[in-house]
């Protein structure tokens, strides 16, 4: 198997681990670790990218390769936690919560030809459970490497974030995916993961959310984080249908290694967000 290389490592030069805290994300986009100091400064981020159209069995391998090799991974630290970014995942009202009922979802939505360990985190600011599904090779990857990690669904502790009144389209881009998540009026609509080739595929999904909520483009606020450059022919396209654009900003609740601010903020704004959540 090729091996699997960062886009972005970047470590200061002196981390105190035992009292430093770690933050991964991991799925089909890739995977990705940041660290957090006791003096809540960010001391460490790395990013390690996954082709388009990767397989499960591709992506376990990868994952497990990663865990082996990366040094980060080795430490000691305070607090870990994991958040997994697999796309099977449906918000359901409390009320209609039912355990037994958490694979025929998932399969209605988004077929059975995966397998995996259903898992499910209350959302008690919304009232919602979200339920996903997780490829037992990579869960059993996780319990060796980072045997006592909190764990929890991305989706989850983004939509924990402030909702502002208005029409807002939250997004995370991915080498090879976008996450969008829609609030309307400040109430939330949806968070979903699309995959995407070209800078169109992009456009489409963001046109594609909006039409089914009944929401103009031009009316909504498009915050972005994650890997996009405002100079990008994925900018530009993106930028025809949205005038309204909010790179998001690095948390003034923390500091940030000299390292990490020489990129622009929105590339890991939503890795240092995770704190947050915990």
């Known amino acids: ?34 660290v957090l100091g006791a003096d809540n400064c960010f001391k460490a981020v790395v990013i390690y990218p996954f082709s388009p159209g990767i397989i499960e069995t591709e992506i376990a391998d990868k994952l497990k390769e990663i865990c082996n090799s ?3 991974l080795k430490k000691q630290y305070s607090r870990s936690h994991n958040f997994w970014a697999f796309t099977e995942s449906i918000l359901v009202p409390a009320e209609l919560m039912n355990a037994d009922r958490n694979l025929n979802m998932l399969n209605l939505v988004f077929g059975d030809a995966k397998q995996g360990i259903i898992h499910s985190d209350f959302l008690y600011k919304h009232n919602l459970h979200n339920v996903y599904r997780i490829p037992e090779a990579v869960i059993d990857i996780f319990s060796t490497a980072l045997p006592v990690a909190t ?8 939509v924990n974030r402030d909702m502002p009144g208005g029409n807002h389209l939250f997004t995370v881009f ?18 979903q ?23 103009q483009p031009d009316s909504v606020t498009l915050h972005i984080n994650g890997m996009i450059d405002e ?40 890795l240092f967000e995770l704190a947050s959540c915990v």
């Open 151 to 158: 764990q929890t669904h991305l989706f989850s502790a983004i």
């Open 70 to 72: 990366e040094n980060l």
């Open 231 to 270: 100079n990008s022919g994925l900018y530009a396209a993106v930028y025809k249908y949205f005038l309204n654009i909010e790179f998001d900003t690095l948390s003034g609740d923390y500091t940030y290694d000299e390292a990490i601010k020489n990129h622009p903020p929105h590339f890991f704004s939503h």
């Open 193 to 215: 993961n699309f995959n995407y080739t070209h800078a169109d595929d992009c456009v489409f999904h963001l046109l594609n959310v909006c039409k089914g909520f009944d929401i």
């Open 1 to 34: 198997m090729q091996h699997v290389n960062p886009s972005f490592n970047i470590q200061a030069t002196e981390i105190d681990f035992e009292t430093a805290q770690l933050f991964t994300e991991a799925g089909p986009m890739g995977f990705s670790l940041v």
């Open 174 to 191: 991915y080498s090879n995916s976008l996450t969008i998540m829609l609030c309307k009026e400040g109430k939330l609509q949806v968070i």
